[in-house]
């Protein structure tokens, strides 16, 4: 089987990658990806040699690329998008292209040559949860609560429209926070281990009550492997990791596997938009694909730190970017 996947230069989809190419020998994988910010060659310097992987510079909004790709494909994996909160606050329109428009040149091109697509969102399209509440499912109404959610669920909507006007062959999934090796250093986890290796305080935005799943970005592409193998078009599946933290108890989580204490905890006004609880119901995907997280966060995040106190040589040059350095002043009002 041929897979175009896009965005695998990005964590999550490097992370597939890597899953399939260590787990299906016989698939073969084309990676279409910009290289934006947060699309690192790094991520996948360990595959760039494999024989069935090759790499396409290019964006999904580009009619033309993407309708080559799409022909030559038995399917699409598509995890390229946006998908910083923070940053869709301050520009939007980078989001607009690429969540939305770029999903919809997916779309066209894989209903113009019958061609199969997965489409992998987020459990932020949902809104936020009360500490209660039932967990999402795949029946849970969409309530986007900032632009880049509010992104995701145009994509999603797209989708399923295309699903039942042009019969397109798709699924879908939503999952929790991801997490692990690779995962660029504008999210929580990633910032607040590097911050701690440098020196620096972890940040809490608001009163650190917020509640997140964490799942293993591992784990997550062994899930899609499981969808585009036996999953049933036009379906939904919803994965989770059975982890769920307050954004404290993490940060402290973190600071007891890395051997500091708590005065390393720095707190700051809460962010507009900021979602109190996020949580996944993964019964369906248990029950009809036989799929379930592996791995406790209790290991995945020792193993994290691990990764990143042995791999400053693929963190480090971002840090130091210019760019970066501006964008964490901004988010932060601290100079690294």
């Not at 990658?17 to 073969?28: H, K, Q, S, Y």
């Not at 991520?43 to 799409?70: H, M």
């Not at 954004?247 to 707190?267: C, H, P, R, S």
């Amino acid at each position: 089987m041929k897979v175009l996947v896009t965005g695998g230069c990005g964590f999550i989809g490097s992370h597939f990658i890597r899953t399939v190419l260590a787990e299906r020998p016989d698939w073969e994988i084309v990676n279409l990806d910009s290289l934006t910010y947060a699309g690192n060659l790094m991520n996948t310097i360990d595959i760039q040699t494999k024989a069935k992987y090759r790499f396409v510079y290019g964006s999904i909004v580009d009619k033309k690329i993407v309708d080559e790709l799409v022909k030559d494909a038995d399917i699409v994996a598509h995890f390229a998008a946006e998908t910083h909160v923070d940053r869709s606050i301050v520009d939007v329109e980078p989001f607009i292209l690429t969540n939305v428009l770029g999903t919809q040149r997916l779309i066209d091109a894989c209903v113009k040559h019958g061609k199969r697509m997965h489409h992998v969102s987020t459990d932020e399209v949902f809104g936020s949860l009360g500490p209660t509440d039932a967990k999402f499912n795949e029946s849970t109404p969409y309530s986007p609560r900032n632009p880049y959610s509010a992104t995701k669920a145009a994509s999603d909507h797209l989708v399923r429209a295309a699903i039942d006007t042009h019969q397109l062959q798709a699924t879908i999934s939503n999952c929790t926070n991801n997490y692990g090796p690779f995962l660029y250093p504008e999210k929580f986890l990633s910032i607040a281990i590097t911050n701690l290796i440098d020196g620096d305080p972890i940040f809490i935005h608001g009163d650190g009550r917020q509640i997140r799943d964490w799942i293993h970005a591992h784990d997550h592409a062994q899930g899609i492997i499981s969808i585009i193998e036996k999953g049933k078009s036009g379906e939904t599946y919803m994965m989770g990791g059975n982890s769920e933290y307050s954004v404290l108890d993490t940060a402290k989580a973190l600071l007891n596997v890395m051997g500091l204490t708590e005065n390393m905890l720095e707190y700051q006004k809460d962010r507009p938009g900021q979602d109190r609880r996020y949580a996944i119901d993964y019964t369906k995907i248990n029950r009809d694909l036989a799929w379930q997280p592996s791995q406790t966060f209790e290991e995945g995040l020792r193993d994290m730190v691990l990764w990143y106190r042995k791999n400053e040589a693929w963190w480090r040059p971002i840090r130091q970017s210019a760019a970066y350095r501006e964008w964490f002043k901004m988010q932060f009002g601290r100079v690294l």
